[in-house]
């Protein structure tokens, strides 16, 4: 069986060995991202299936859900063994696909310390800033993370769709470990990001990884390539991204434990230096 090790792995922060295909576990949340799962046993049985097929890097957030993605998590694996959870806050939700900002220092606490709470952790391995609220100093929401992780509460920090600079402002109050960015094949506008996570040995976490846009059509570079390995075109997309850097993190989402397997077989997935090109060009 194909497990996620062959993706190889990476030390956020230097220390916290992760394997590169891990799980973002935004979509086993009802539609809108909003209250329960349609299947709760459903959902279940995909957060059970993550050890078994080598993913150890779980990535949620307080507001998927809200709440309920975390209190998943926590039933369906906790204790959690070798699994890091990573989670965000950030953003609130005021209903189906709503996410306004939020970055009120004491929102970003409370964050922290319910999600401690929900998850059943002493301390989150990877807390991360949704989203940079404009109405806040940005400097307040950089200071209470650093306040948190100061108290032993997370391990390790990072940031979610950020600009370079705003990475740079981040470094001067903590060390910044992770960036989690839009980005997959269709969309490379975080391409600058993505290129100075890898020179500062930072993990970038690319979002919605799996939408490859044009270039899945019949006769296109992608759906080739799917053929030439026996492969689907998602699961191209995601070796793609994997050869595209060291540092990238892939967290492909799913609620079926079929289509899951499906992405974790793209761990062993290996393309050649020509359909490499063939796909860069192509999205060029």
């Known amino acids: ?6 993706s190889g792995t990476f030390k956020i922060g230097g220390d916290l060995e992760v394997t ?15 209250g329960p799962p349609e299947d709760h046993d459903k959902a279940i049985e995909v957060l059970r299936a993550l050890p078994e097929l080598g993913v150890d890097l779980i990535d949620t957030a307080e507001s ?5 993605s975390e209190e998943l998590i926590r039933e369906a694996l906790h204790p959690y063994g070798d699994i890091k959870v990573a989670t965000k806050s ?43 609220d404009e109405k806040v100093p940005r400097e307040e929401q950089f200071g209470v993370l ?15 769709e950020v600009s370079v600079e705003e990475v740079k402002a981040a470094q001067e109050v903590f060390e910044v470990t992770t960036v989690q960015n839009l980005y997959n094949l269709g969309n490379r506008g975080a391409e ?8 500062q040995g930072i993990g970038f976490i690319p979002w919605f990884p799996l939408a490859a846009g044009d270039l ?50 793209a ?17 060029g």
């Open 20 to 34: 590169r295909l891990g799980y973002g576990a935004m979509r086993i949340t009802g539609e809108g991202i909003w």
């Open 64 to 68: 998927y859900g809200p709440y309920v």
């Open 192 to 199: 600058d990001v993505l290129d100075y996570c890898e020179g």
């Open 216 to 265: 899945a059509k019949p006769g296109g570079p992608l759906a080739e390539a799917a053929e030439r390995h026996e492969a689907t075109p998602g699961q191209v997309a995601l070796a793609w991204l994997l050869h595209r850097s060291p540092v990238m993190l892939p967290i492909p989402g799913t609620g079926s434990v079929e289509h899951l397997r499906e992405n974790v077989a």
């Open 267 to 283: 761990a062993e997935l290996k393309l050649t230096q020509d359909e490499v090109e063939a796909l860069d060009d192509a999205a």
């Open 146 to 160: 650093k306040e948190l992780q100061d108290e032993g509460k997370v391990r390790h920090l990072g940031l979610s």
């Open 1 to 6: 069986m194909v497990t996620a090790a062959a």
């Open 90 to 132: 950030g953003l609130t939700r005021t209903g189906p696909g709503e996410w306004p900002p939020l970055g009120r220092p004491e929102f970003l606490r409370q964050g922290a310390e319910m999600s401690l709470r929900r998850l059943g952790l002493d301390v989150i391995p990877l807390f991360q800033l949704h989203r940079i």
